[in-house]
């Protein structure tokens, strides 16, 4: 475990940056073809520096990270900065509705799409994917050049009616994702949401200037169905904030824990929730806030970085001949979806056993993967944990509830694409999350654990 700690004795400087990463109508679409721009895509960063403590943390209107793209832009950025490697966080805010950068996820929707161009031809248009990777660098480089002495101010407000666990018990016992509107089989939740809305506003020193406003909120960017680029909900959030509080502001959003949540309230009768009342009532819940902010009297940058390596899920290399065969019938009785998803995830899985796995020193033993998990304090009341994967909301509050600092904001979908990130007790439930997921069972807890040394760590300094 890397860490680093800093006196309470030096002053704390910061800075942000956001740029446009919108590529061309045309460019592939997570849903196929991108038809339009609906609004722009951005990458919004912030760097907060204290002495020789300097952190920072990107998030990009994406639907994930992918290894290699968050290696080279942090390792650009620590050339260009001196910023550590481990203390640079690269995040996606989760939108369905951005661009297939990456084969992984142009696979997903491959099936809708009518190209003559092969795979990575039609990802490398216009050089997007290296295009991309610099846009990301530039934020993160112009955040730590635009630092100045900075106040910081946080509170932390409850939304109970944004957020529905999407799994639920059906009369049968089974477990379901997404079972319908009004589904007179469901008996009730198969998990808890996160309330809480926490927030993060940071002012230069000495005039009162609001440089920023970091919120974190759970509930996943999938609001927005189109074949346009859109930032989903986040977006309208930062158009919202930027007409209150002015277009300098930048409106920085993690993505909390919502592997298992989503939108849609599956009450008979009530009323679908949309993307652009969602990030206004976000934005509204902000503004609201602010009466109630409390000033970070001492602040105390702190940072600290673990790589664990949780087991990954195994496969026969008969059901590897099976998901290669692309007119092969499904082996499961399945249709449609799962279909698809099952034998791209034994596909993903092994080229991540040819290129990111650690394979096992006794052959009974599962192959791993290494994945980062960092946490970030501000003072002894604010603490931000970086985690890979769709995260179950389940794991994040576990980290909140042992976290020794009262505010622990938590950004999900860091750095690598592992898919979901479930519980034990979800995957004996089973259920579409756990047919994507790549970890086997006791790899969320890991990535808690993880989370929770650190913390504490920092805590202790």
Known sequence: ????????????????????????????????????????????????????????????????????????????????????????????????????????????????????????????????????RDRIVNSLVQAHEKAVPVVLRHATGRIEDLSFN??????????????????????????????????????????????????NFAVHSDTYGSSAFSADYPGVLARKLEESLGKEVVSLFLQGTSGDLNHVNVKKGATRLKTTPMGERLAKEILALEGSRSTVKVPTLSASSEFIYPPLQSYSEEELRWANDLKAVSKYGESGLFQRRRPMKIRSLARIRASEAVPPTIESEPWTLPVEVQAFSLSDEVAIVGLPGEVFVELGLAIKEASPFPVTMIVEMTHVHIAYVPTRKAFAEGGYETLNSRLAPGGGERLVESAVRQLQALKRR
């Open 166 to 215: 999407r799994r639920f018990y059906l009369s049968d016992g089974k477990v379901k994702t997404n079972p319908g509107v009004g589904n007179r089989r469901i008996v009730k939740p198969a998990g808890p949401i996160d309330p809480d809305l926490d927030v993060l506003w940071v002012e230069q020193a000495g005039n009162g200037e609001l440089l920023g406003v970091v919120s």
């Open 1 to 132: 475990m890397s860490l680093s700690l800093r006196g309470d004795e030096e002053p704390l400087s910061g800075g942000f940056s956001q740029i446009e990463i919108t590529p061309r109508v045309g460019y592939p679409h997570y849903r196929g073809i991108s038809t339009a721009v609906d609004d722009p895509l951005y990458v919004k960063s912030i760097v907060l520096q204290q002495g020789d403590v300097t952190w920072g943390i990107a998030v990009c209107d994406l639907l994930w990270i992918e290894r290699e793209l968050s290696a080279e832009v942090r390792t650009l950025v620590s050339e260009k900065t001196g910023i550590a490697f481990e203390h640079l966080i690269v995040a996606a805010t989760h939108t369905h509705t951005g661009p297939a950068y990456h084969s992984n996820i142009y696979e997903l929707n491959n099936h809708v799409r009518k190209s003559t161009m092969s795979d990575e031809e039609a990802i490398s248009q216009d050089q997007y994917p290296g295009v991309l």
